[in-house]
Structures are given as structure tokens and as C-alpha cells.
């Protein structure tokens, strides 16, 4: 499967800093996307979805770019519980199922 | 809310041993899947489902195999264990296709192949 990067981190902020993660995928066919949150030990959670139009969702902004084939994640104000790895994910809808394709996550850590 | 089980969350086997994963969801999805995560690699698909009876491999099959004989309920199966599949094992499932194809995953299961 072609690959979506991200770049891995660790991000350390301090506390009620903004960060920006940004993540490139390379299938021009992909039809949706999302950002996944994990927490250490734990599974992955559905963060958001992103649209092509951008949305928000109290701190945390995504945006799409298709042409560069770019998605972004922007969170305002970081709490010390933002701290987590976030996946940035995308569903390439291949023709034999409907399987998302993961990056390898980038790590945050918000400090006091 | 959506709830997807593992049968265990920690597990422990010796090598060449036959080790079952089930995984159980709620929520009458259509699509089931297995990914192993490792430090580094991050999340890659093993098996998935679309349907009863129905199975596609993934990125890394090797070496496992799958079963689903009902719709809620999700088996991977590892013939004859090795060292090199200690990782943990996490199960997804969603709805099919479009903006329902939001993946929900389980708690996860840690095995470690002695």
C-alpha cells in the first residue's frame, strides 16, 4: 500500500502553546481522512475527520490540501492532556475493502 | 457507544504453540479487522473482514489466519507461534464505506511468544 508520513516527534510544548502536525500521503485516490489519538497503552481513538472544506472542533483545527495532498492538524491552547500520539489516517478505498492506512504517529508532550 | 472486546489483555505462549485472538463487537458492523502495532513500524493490517465467511489479507498475513463465522465476532489464529510475533494485536471494525468508515478499535491484547 502506498504510505502516509508523518513526522514522528516527540513535539514538547509547553502548556496553553499551539502545535501543528502535518502528515503527506501519496494514494491521489484516497476518499477520506482522520486524525486518531492514542494514549500510552491504549487503543486508538477517532479524534476527527477531516474535509476538504477544513473543520474545527473546540481546539483543534484539520485541514485538507488534495492538490499537495497534505493534511494538517493544528491544536490551540495545549492542554497537559493533549499528550498522546496522534495518527493521521486515510482511507485509500481499495477495491477489496474498505481498510484505512495508518501513519506511525506523531508524539506530543505538553509540559506544565 | 460502540464497544469492541478482546478476549485477553495480556497473553503469554511458548513457541509452536496455537494461539487464538477473538474479538467481539457490538454494533452490527459490517467490516472486522486485525492489525499488529510495534514501536517504530506503527499499525499494520494483518487480516480483514467484509462479511460472514468472507476474508482479505492485509500487509503482513504471514504466518496467521482468520475466522468469521458470525457477524459480531472476529478470530485470529496464530498456527504455530514465534518469538517474532510478540506485539500487541488490535481489533477494529466499522461500518461499510463513506463517512461511516470510522474504525473502532479494542483494548488491545499484548502477547508475548516465549
Not at chain 2, 487464538?20 to 452490527?28: A, G, K, R, T, Y
Request: proline content about 4%.
Amino acid at each position: 500500500r502506498k504510505e502516509v508520513e508523518q513526522d514522528p516527534g516527540p513535539f514538547n510544548v509547553p502548556e496553553g502553546a499551539t502545535v501543528a502536525f502535518n502528515c503527506t500521503y501519496s494514494n491521489s485516490a484516497s476518499q477520506s481522512f482522520f486524525w486518531y489519538r492514542q494514549d500510552c497503552r491504549k487503543e486508538p481513538k477517532l479524534l476527527m475527520s477531516v474535509y476538504s472544506s477544513g473543520n474545527e472542533d473546540g481546539r483543534f483545527t484539520a485541514q485538507l490540501n488534495r492538490a499537495s495532498q497534505y493534511i494538517s492538524l493544528l491544536i490551540r491552547d495545549s492542554k497537559l492532556s493533549d499528550s498522546a500520539t496522534y495518527l493521521c489516517v486515510v482511507n485509500e478505498n481499495s477495491n477489496s475493502g474498505y481498510a484505512l492506512n495508518f501513519g506511525k504517529g506523531t508524539s506530543l508532550l505538553v509540559t506544565p | 457507544d460502540v464497544k469492541v472486546t478482546q478476549s485477553s489483555r495480556y497473553l503469554v505462549k511458548r513457541t509452536g504453540e496455537k494461539v487464538f485472538l477473538e474479538c467481539v463487537q457490538d454494533m452490527d458492523h459490517e467490516n472486522m479487522f486485525w492489525y499488529r502495532q510495534d514501536p517504530g513500524l506503527g499499525l499494520r493490517l494483518i487480516y480483514f473482514s467484509y462479511d460472514v465467511k468472507m476474508k482479505e489479507k492485509g500487509d503482513i498475513p504471514e504466518g496467521y489466519s482468520v475466522s468469521r463465522e458470525k457477524k459480531e465476532r472476529f478470530s485470529l489464529i496464530l498456527e504455530s507461534a514465534s518469538t517474532n510475533q510478540t506485539s500487541m494485536y488490535l481489533c477494529a471494525s466499522s461500518w461499510v464505506g463513506g463517512a461511516k468508515d470510522t474504525q473502532y478499535f479494542g483494548p488491545g491484547t499484548r502477547l508475548t511468544v516465549l
